[in-house]
């Protein structure tokens, strides 16, 4: 069982087709709709109510489709980002890349399609799978 949260603040306008997406996950779900204007409060409360399982965080405008979960393997991290494209097919986000600089870090991003799995230091969290052992790990 992987618990979904999926934090909401006045529900996108798309969130109904978002929870309709929600059956390309390939596995069963358990659904937390969060309603709270901070996001991450709205993450954390999500953790709190979620048990003990593995978790995939999703924005309320993100849509899966049949080949989200292509090539998903939750052996590979413990955080696992998606590729995010623009209904247009464009790519939106598929990981970054940490570049340090003299003042600390920059984050390069990646605008190709990932058709296989890659290591990305940085993935973005609009849809994310958390093993349930990070979160139990930083609490």
């Known amino acids: 069982m992987i618990d979904v949260i999926i934090p909401t603040l006045r529900k ?3 969130w109904l087709d978002c929870m309709s997406s929600l059956r390309y996950i390939p596995f069963p779900i358990n659904v937390h709709l969060i309603e ?3 996001w991450a409060f709205a993450i954390n409360k999500g953790f709190t109510i979620s048990g003990t399982n593995d978790i995939i965080i999703m ?6 489709n049949q080949n ?22 464009s790519v939106q986000h598929a990981g970054s890349i940490l ?17 296989q799995s890659s290591i990305m ?13 990070v ?3 930083i609490g």
Do not use: W
Not at 59 to 64: G, K, S, W
Not at 70 to 89: E, K, M, R
Not at 99 to 115: A, D, W
């Open 12 to 14: 996108s306008d798309c």
């Open 121 to 133: 230091p940085h993935v973005t969290a609009s849809v994310m799978y958390v093993k349930r052992k």
């Open 36 to 38: 709270d204007s901070p």
């Open 135 to 137: 979160i139990d790990t």
């Open 99 to 115: 570049k340090p600089t003299q003042e600390g870090f920059t984050i390069e991003h990646n605008y190709t399609k990932l058709s």
């Open 59 to 64: 924005d309320d405008d993100v849509i899966l």
């Open 68 to 89: 989200t979960f292509n090539n998903f393997d939750s052996s590979i991290a413990d955080i696992i980002g998606f590729t995010l494209l623009f209904p247009n097919y």
